[in-house]
């Protein structure tokens, strides 16, 4: 057998080819400049910055601050980082449109004009802010004068030595405390109302609060100085002890006494916000497409969605393509709350507009676009974007409900949540967010403006939610099926309420005194009006029994407009104690004849609940 040659181990060269030898990474130098984005974090910074994250924190430990990787960094703090490290800081420019919002526009100076201000009354709810609203706006409407009759529209205008004045009217319960912050977003002037005979409330701080992080001026108006225990000079000692000096002890602040029931001090009032406004040098470009803020929405049976908005630059006109928010559309029409028609809105400018596609969400920015196609991309890239961001959070709650708690051991308490307008939306969405019980969390899954429809009972079922109502109603069929599918819905015209009967829930503790029992539905099918009596309403039952004895709510297109007692319920010319489903009779509601045919009358019962 012939012998196999022997082979010589191959020696292994340890050297790469110099093609595969590691080369020193290329140190990146720190750039020049650094763009700042809102929303940065350290690692973001770090990473424009071309340094290591533990680096960029030391940094930061140097200037005093104590911060995570992941953590947020205002713009302030940015700027000491770029001071510190000797690099020019520039806001980042944005073309993105779907970010339209986000754009600042710098108009050339010479093409800007003066504008009117723009005021926000805040205050505690009983301080009589209302009423000083009441009293400014009469006070340019001269009595008997043709179309005085105002309507509510979140804002009107005044004129006083030949100025324009705009008053944003913000909700002063507590409750909206989120539509206050949104309203003072567009103010240039605050003007914190306090009673005379009251002094300072929690109220009123939480108003001062938010008006201090507007960074506005702040005028005080002492009301109620007419009654008898008014004492100016002790609203004055405890709002100083806030930072608000009034400017005769020597301070910035000015106070002005008036009294919004009598009318004392109104010209007074109006005086000085003219004259910090004149201080201030609001201008604006009346000459580019205009842009602005929603102050109010709402879907009106007639008219389709309507907005409230407030022009802050640029001038709005008949026809003007626009964008708010998520929503498109084209201006149809625009008015104030007088119902004078406009034509065109300068800066300053609050007006009602029609012609939008969806009600938009308070708080919402407009601008004009000159190209169609573009804006309506621009609104349906940003509906995309919501939806998106909306289907993320559903998915978590709903792998959350399936196990009935989170990770952390808080049990989910998930709602739809239907109102009559965008403005109490947002104020309760405000509300249950804080809402504060260990151990619980509430989870709103959908929120909108209209009626309770099938799709949110469908929804509710899947998410094992409960459907909350304010100022609104389900039709019977959509009561049905959410009786049969196991959804409860909760109805209110009380905001407070609803925070209360959550909390309660969430503690175990849902003790009501009182439950009200639908006990049928009737559709207005036709009317009649006799001078003497008021409107009777020919009527139909629907569903259930509607009883002499009954309380009544009037429910429109789905939105509650009326409740009240039956003043009268016939069949024929007889009086009736009570008529049944599949029967026609004729009804009249105490103190309301401002009844429609296709209303729906639902007829309830108090009954006490043992507790």
């Known amino acids: 057998m012939a012998k196999q040659p022997i082979k010589k181990p191959i020696k292994k060269s340890f050297h790469k080819p110099v093609s595969q030898q590691s080369r020193p990474k290329e140190v990146k130098s720190m ?7 809102p929303e940065m974090t350290v690692s973001d910074i770090a990473s424009e910055l071309y340094l290591a994250n533990a680096v960029l924190i030391k940094k930061l430990m140097g200037l ?65 802010k209302t009423t000083l609203l009441d009293s400014i706006r009469k006070s340019r409407v001269a009595p008997g004068e043709a179309g005085g009759i105002t309507q509510h529209i979140g804002a009107y205008q005044v004129e006083h030595q030949g100025e324009k004045i705009t008053f944003i009217d913000t909700p002063g319960h507590a409750a909206f405390t989120e539509m206050r912050a949104r309203g003072a977003k567009v103010t240039d002037i605050v003007i914190l109302v306090v009673a005379a005979d009251d002094g300072v409330k929690p109220q009123t701080i939480e108003a001062l609060q938010h008006a201090k992080a507007s960074g506005v001026p702040i005028i005080v108006a002492i009301n109620k100085i007419d009654k008898p225990q008014a004492n100016p000079d002790n609203v004055m000692s405890e709002l100083s002890a806030h930072d608000l000096s009034p400017e005769k002890w020597g301070g910035k602040t000015p106070y ?126 940003r509906s995309a974007k919501e939806r998106e961001n909306i289907s993320k959070q559903q998915k978590a709650t709903s792998l959350e409900s399936m196990f009935g708690a989170q990770d952390d051991g808080q049990k989910v308490l998930n709602i739809v949540l239907k109102g009559d307008v965008q ?52 039709t019977a069929a959509v009561k049905s099926l959410a009786d ?14 609803i925070t209360e009967d959550i909390e309660k829930a969430l503690k175990g503790m849902l003790e009501p005194v009182f439950e009200e029992i639908v006990t049928g539905q009737a559709e207005v099918r036709q009317l009649f009006t006799f001078s003497k009596i008021g409107t009777i309403a020919g009527s139909y039952v629907t569903d259930g029994s509607i009883k002499r004895d009954a309380k ?43 009844l429609k045919v296709g209303d729906i009358i639902e007829a309830s019962i108090e009954r006490e609940v043992e507790v």
């Open 31 to 37: 750039p020049k400049e650094l763009i700042y984005r």
């Open 64 to 128: 005093g601050i104590m911060t995570s990787v992941n953590q947020i960094l205002d713009r302030e703090t940015v700027e000491l980082i770029a001071l510190d490290l000797g690099i020019e800081l520039k806001d980042e420019v944005i073309t993105d449109l779907t970010r339209y919002d986000e754009m600042e526009i710098i108009d050339d100076p010479k093409d800007l004009v003066k504008r009117s201000p723009i005021i926000t009354i805040m205050g505690h709810v009983d301080h009589g």
């Open 256 to 381: 002005v006494e008036v009294s919004a029931l009598k009318k004392i001090g109104i010209d007074d009032l109006l005086d000085v916000i003219l004259l910090l406004a004149e201080m201030e040098d609001l201008k604006a470009n009346p000459k580019r497409p205009a842009r602005g803020t929603v102050i109010e929405a709402s879907l009106d049976k007639g008219r389709g969605p309507v907005a409230t908005v407030i022009v802050e630059n640029g001038t709005l006109k008949i026809g003007d393509i626009i964008v708010i928010g998520n929503t498109f559309g084209r201006i149809r029409t625009m008015n104030d709350d007088l119902k004078r028609r406009f034509t065109e809105a300068l800066p300053g400018t609050p007006v009602e507009i029609t012609g939008l596609d969806e009600v938009p969400h308070a708080g919402d920015i407009f601008m004009v676009f000159t190209d169609e196609k573009v804006a309506r991309q621009t609104s349906q890239a």
């Open 423 to 474: 403005g109490s939306i947002e104020a309760l969405k405000g509300m249950l967010d804080k809402i504060d019980i260990e151990g619980f969390h509430v989870n709103i899954v959908r929120s909108g403006v209209g009626a309770i429809s099938e799709t949110d009972v469908q929804l509710a079922s899947a998410s094992k939610a409960i459907v909350m109502g304010f100022n609104v109603r389900p």
């Open 484 to 497: 049969s599918v196991g959804v409860e819905i909760r109805l209110y015209n009380v905001v407070y309420r």
């Open 552 to 594: 009544v709510t009037v429910i429109r297109e789905g939105v509650v407009v009326y409740k009240g007692k039956l003043s009268s319920l016939k069949r024929g010319k007889d009086d009736v104690k009570e008529v049944r489903q599949g029967f026609e009779f004729g009804l009249s509601i105490e103190n309301y004849n401002d």
